[in-house]
């Protein structure tokens, strides 16, 4: 099935920092989707991307859909303690297609 | 409030006994997806389903069943559970496929 790789796994960073992760696969996909698990919690949704090359915002956190279309990109800038959980980049092919999920990055903050 | 609601939210059970765990929810919406995190794997997809009476297999189909006999629930179903199944379970709900709101999670811990 298709694979999408995110990196890194985990991250422990001081607040105050900027922090980058990403996600990339083999496959060309058509919708990019960025969640955020909180401990005991499911995933909510962030941020989602529809267009190749869109650059898209909400409040400290800007995700980047790839011109290839096989990558996307997520940055929080100015991290709080609350921006601790699990990170997950998720994609979809064509529309009614299954969503797949990467990996996840556990990010730590550290006050 | 809308919701994904899956039920129940911890269960043991012991080799080889059926069980359910039903999800339900409250939005209309169209699709709905069965997923399970296991760590360093993240999110995989079980099933979907794109409406009543129509699902698919997802990544990881083996040793489960679904049906969809009603736009607002999709109960997943382990006819005779085996250890390896022992996972953290989401149910999500879409409108439109991209955007789904999670439930919950379930526990199941197989012995």
């Known amino acids: 099935g298709q694979q999408l790789n995110q990196s890194p796994q985990s991250m422990f960073i001081q607040e105050g920092e900027d922090v980058s992760m990403n996600c990339t696969s083999s496959?060309?996909?058509?919708?990019w989707l960025w969640y955020k698990q909180d401990p005991g919690e499911g995933p909510v949704l962030l941020i989602a991307?529809?267009?190749?090359?869109e650059l898209t915002s909400n409040g400290r956190l800007t995700a980047q859909f790839g011109i290839t279309r096989k990558d996307s990109f997520l940055n929080i800038s100015a991290s709080i303690p609350s921006d601790v959980g699990i990170y997950f980049c998720?994609?979809?092919?064509?529309?009614?297609?299954?969503?797949?999920f990467g990996e996840g990055t556990q990010l730590t903050v550290n006050p | 409030e809308a919701q994904v609601t899956q039920n129940p939210r911890y269960l043991i059970t012991v080799t080889g006994k059926k069980l359910t765990v039903t999800c339900s929810q409250n939005?209309?919406?169209?699709?709905m997806s069965w997923y399970r995190q296991d760590p360093g794997l993240g999110l995989r997809q079980i099933y979907y389903?794109?409406?009543?009476?129509?699902?698919d297999k997802g990544d990881v189909p083996e040793g489960y069943k679904v049906s969809r006999k009603e736009k607002r629930n999709f109960p997943l179903i382990l006819e005779s559970p085996s250890p390896n199944q022992t996972s953290l379970y989401f149910c999500?709900?879409?409108?439109?496929?991209?955007?789904?709101?999670f439930g919950s999670g379930t526990r199941l811990t197989v012995v």
């Open positions: 999500a709900s879409s409108l439109t496929g991209d955007g789904y709101t």
């Open positions: 496959s060309i996909f058509n919708t």
């Open positions: 991307l529809y267009k190749a090359g």
């Open positions: 998720a994609a979809r092919e064509t529309s009614g297609s299954r969503l797949t």
């Open positions: 939005m209309n919406h169209e699709y």
């Open positions: 389903s794109m409406n009543v009476e129509v699902t």
